[in-house]
């Protein structure tokens, strides 16, 4: 970009003085302004976030801009589509910038499935203003009445006309400054119209990606950039007493520096880099942490204040201690999931620069603007001095979301003078990184003769509330999730207590209904509250060929089973089917996933089949053999070759059915699909040998236990 | 000194022989398409073709590539024309984040080199030591069969 720079960042001038034309020329925008969140949603007591805005420039390309980031999801694609639906202009013309903190509205961040229902939203309702806005502008210049305009593939015609009355949508614009508001009567196409959106899309950066252009914050080097390297604690929550940098600093071109509990070198080259840090010398103090063997004892004992996700929730219907009293049928039983890994691809990188006092720092990172926010508060800066963009980032599945990495690399771009890039070995992103929690579940439940569900108490520790409520119909219910301590860092995960809530809830309904020698998937639709995630369900049990029984086929030690279950989260709902086979050796092989799910109406079809099964495979890694093993605050597998993720001779074949709900808005795919795989695994294990497993990873030594 | 042919083109490479190629190709040469994933062989993102066989760059030596010939993501397409492999790669959609995928598309090269003809067991065993986290595997077997179809002579079209 080429445009004078007027005063940054946008999000925190008001919306009419904001250098839009000075840094991208004349045109017209539309501002979506940023949305206070409700009570109970995401973010709330936060500022207001979101929103959106869009330039239509003279060379007809619509510039949009939304805070969320793209971090291997495909949410570019589907949110440029957006745009081009409803500017009713070429996929191609539409250019999307996404958690640039300079240009962007302030977003508190991609995770919770929220791009679509959020970004998507405000994008479509943004590009409907601005297509009424050109709509008139064309009224007024073709001369006739709003109505007989026709806006498509980036041009207004007379109807009628046979575009020989046709003018571009860069000459409409030509010579204007015009900022409008989103008006509230913002008519946005229903879905049932729409003639891009909800079609197959080829991504427009498929070519730079299979010819390796594409530069992800690990391929950036720009003249003169260092190597960062960090000197890590050697246990979690280990503190920093007494540090010497001399032998480090000693070696040419190497700048060490120390602040507080952060300990980095930024040398010419990688190997001095790693040589230098080798060189420090410093005396940590490591607090005594809980190893694996008592953890669930440490957890039970160690309740923790609540906070977003990982609130404490008391949900309470009708009198379960009554219920269970009277009831004929009762079950108890407890549910645990590991500490899994992130894993991506592309390890934490960041590189940091400055000028004149300005700070930019490019991350892969799933929340620019916290980075922003964090970066400012750490150096003593205005928010203004601080810019954050993401470049392409290979994956973060909710992993990439802290900024402390992005401080130590600013401290040390600034002591050195030069930009400073710090990527993450494999090693330091297994140690360094936080992990999905480990969860403990403790259900009981309650049910008449017949089956009919009448108690459920429901226990969650540590694995976060999402999916902790039931989608079943039961008088007398007590849900609660309470968070805990934790030995080694934990966070953010994609559907991370949806997974294990959904795994406890389903195994244990699956356990029910064998009690009550009913049909599992009966026996479900009997029980749900949810008309769509009955249809699901219905859907996946007719691709899957599913054939009714009470209770498992087969009572032995080995062969072939099948299962189901079913989860609600986000908006989203999904059933997943499972058929496995296992061995003499209990070896479980698994022969066929079939997969449904429903979100609304579908915005990018190609994009979410390629989201389902993607999420359908991650899941089975969490499922069947992911541990993170840690003793005294130390990661004992920091490896790919100690910390096995699934690998191509791990994939099924997986089917994948859409229920697509064009009369419904548009919820997010990244996670759900994920939620169900667990339990339908286990529900088919139970079916094939009789054995009920309840903890996962089912098989974590490759072999069931 | 030593002589390293990359992409067909002659580079003198002042580094120690024991300096893996990984750092060579993107370090030095500033070929940033062949990419850094664990450092220990197990996950294909670094794959590049030694004398046309995929071999993992992070595993290889300066001193072993020396007067070989390495092909890089960044040569297989000949100006603007994508290598068969790549264009199914992008026609199949085989990719969400497109980390792992020149180490897919160059182990897929190795592959269609060695057999024009691969089962899908074939395809799952040369392409196991890559891992794509995003979990596309069903779409990267699908961008192999189609590539597999074009270079067994096929019209590219279905069978």
Request: proline share 8%; with cysteine.
């Amino acid at each position: 970009m080429t445009t004078a720079r007027g005063p940054l960042p946008f999000d925190l001038l008001t919306p009419e003085d904001r250098p839009y034309f000075e840094r991208f020329g004349n045109g017209l925008v539309v501002v979506l302004p940023a949305q206070r969140p409700g009570p109970g949603g995401w973010g709330r007591g936060g500022p207001p976030h979101g929103g959106a805005w869009i330039h239509l420039g003279e060379d007809g390309t619509a510039r949009a801009f939304t805070g969320k980031v793209e971090v291997g999801q495909g949410t570019r694609t589907a949110l440029s589509l957006i745009v081009a639906e409803e500017l009713r202009m070429p996929l191609a013309s539409v250019e999307l910038t996404m958690g640039d903190t300079d240009l962007c509205p302030w977003d508190m961040g991609t995770f919770g499935s929220r791009s679509m229902p959020d970004a998507g939203e405000h994008l479509r309702l943004t590009g409907a203003a601005a297509r009424a806005v050109l709509r008139e502008i064309a009224s007024r210049e073709l001369g006739v009445p709003p109505a007989e305009v026709e806006l498509s593939d980036g041009r207004a015609t007379v109807i009628g006309s046979d575009r020989a009355r046709s003018v571009p949508y860069g000459r409409l614009v030509h010579g204007m400054r015009r900022v409008e508001t989103v008006p509230a009567s913002t008519t946005p196409t229903p879905p049932p119209e729409w003639a891009k959106a909800g079609h197959p899309a080829v991504d427009p950066g498929a070519r730079e990606v299979v010819t390796g252009a594409r530069r992800y914050t690990s391929d950036l080097h720009p003249p003169g950039m260092l190597y960062g390297k960090v000197l890590f604690p050697p246990t979690y929550g280990a503190k920093l007493v007494r540090v010497d940098l001399s032998r480090a600093e000693a070696l040419p071109g190497v700048t060490a520096v120390h602040d507080g509990n952060f300990v980095g070198v930024a040398a010419p080259d990688l190997p001095t880099a790693r040589s230098a840090v080798k060189l420090i010398r410093a005396e940590w103090e490591t607090p005594s942490q809980p190893s694996e063997a008592g953890i669930i004892e440490f957890l039970r004992s160690h309740p923790a204040e609540g906070e977003d996700f990982w609130d404490v929730i008391h949900h309470a219907v009708g009198d379960v201690t009554a219920a269970f009293a009277s009831a004929p049928i009762s079950l108890h039983e407890t549910y645990t999931t590991a500490y899994i890994a992130h894993v991506p691809m592309e390890t934490h990188a960041v590189l940091a620069s400055w000028e004149g006092g300005r700070l930019t720092v490019a991350m892969g990172t799933q929340t620019p603007f916290r980075a922003r926010d964090a970066l400012a508060d750490a150096l003593s800066l205005p928010p203004s001095s601080v810019h954050v963009f993401v470049p392409p980032t290979g994956s973060g599945f909710g992993g990439k979301h802290a900024a402390e990495l992005a401080v130590g690399a600013a401290r040390l771009a600034k002591a050195s003078g030069r930009p400073v890039r710090i990527t993450y070995t494999r090693q330091e992103e297994f140690t360094q990184a936080y992990f999905r929690p480990l969860a403990v579940i403790e259900v009981r439940s309650a049910m008449q003769k017949d089956g009919t569900l009448t108690a459920w108490q429901f226990h969650v520790l540590n694995a976060g509330s999402a999916a902790a409520r039931t989608p079943y119909e039961v008088p007398n219910q007590k849900i609660d999730n309470q968070p805990t301590d934790s030995p080694i860092a934990q966070a953010s995960y994609r559907a991370l207590a949806a997974t294990a809530n959904n795994f406890a809830r389903e195994s244990h309904v699956d356990e029910l209904a064998a009690r009550a020698g009913a049909d599992p998937v009966e026996y479900r639709l009997r029980h749900l509250a949810d008309d769509r995630l009955a249809a699901v369900l219905r859907a996946v049990a007719g691709r899957s060929g599913w054939v009714a029984r009470p209770g498992p086929t087969a009572v032995r030690a080995v062969g072939t089973g099948r299962g189901i279950a079913v989860g609600l989260e986000k908006g989203g709902r999904v059933a997943t089917f499972a058929e496995v086979e296992v061995h003499e050796d209990r070896r479980l092989e698994i022969r066929r996933i079939v997969t449904g799910f429903e979100c609304g109406a579908i915005v990018h079809p190609t994009n979410l089949q390629s989201q389902v099964e993607g999420g359908t495979v991650m899941a089975l890694g969490g499922a069947l053999f992911e541990a993170i093993h840690f003793e005294g605050g130390r990661i004992l597998n920091p490896k790919l070759s100690q910390y096995r993720v699934p690998r191509f001779h791990d994939v099924p074949p997986i089917e994948v059915v859409l229920l697509d709900r064009p009369d419904l808005p548009s919820q997010g795919g990244g996670e759900s699909p994920l939620i169900a795989v667990a339990p339908a695994l286990a529900n088919a294990i139970y079916d094939a040998t009789g054995e009920r497993f309840r903890s996962l990873p089912l098989t974590p030594n490759g072999t069931l236990p | 000194m030593a002589a390293l042919r990359v992409n067909g083109v002659e580079h003198s490479v002042a580094l120690a022989p024991d300096r893996s190629l990984l750092y060579v190709l993107r370090e030095e040469l500033g070929l940033t398409g062949t990419k850094y994933g664990c450092g220990e062989g197990e996950c294909g993102a670094c794959k590049v073709l030694v004398d046309g066989v995929a071999l993992r760059a992070c595993m290889t030596s300066l001193g072993e590539a020396t007067g070989r010939s390495v092909t890089t993501i960044e040569g297989l397409a000949e100006g603007a024309q994508l290598h068969p492999v790549q264009q199914a790669f992008l026609e199949a959609g085989a990719f969400q984040c497109g980390y792992c995928t020149p180490g897919m598309i160059i182990a897929t090269v190795s592959l269609l080199h060695r057999t024009d003809r691969p089962s899908d067991d074939e395809i799952r065993s040369a392409l196991d030591g890559n891992l794509c986290r995003c979990g596309g595997y069903l779409r990267i077997l699908e961008a192999v069969r189609i590539a597999a179809r074009r270079s067994a002579g096929g019209t590219g079209g279905d069978p």
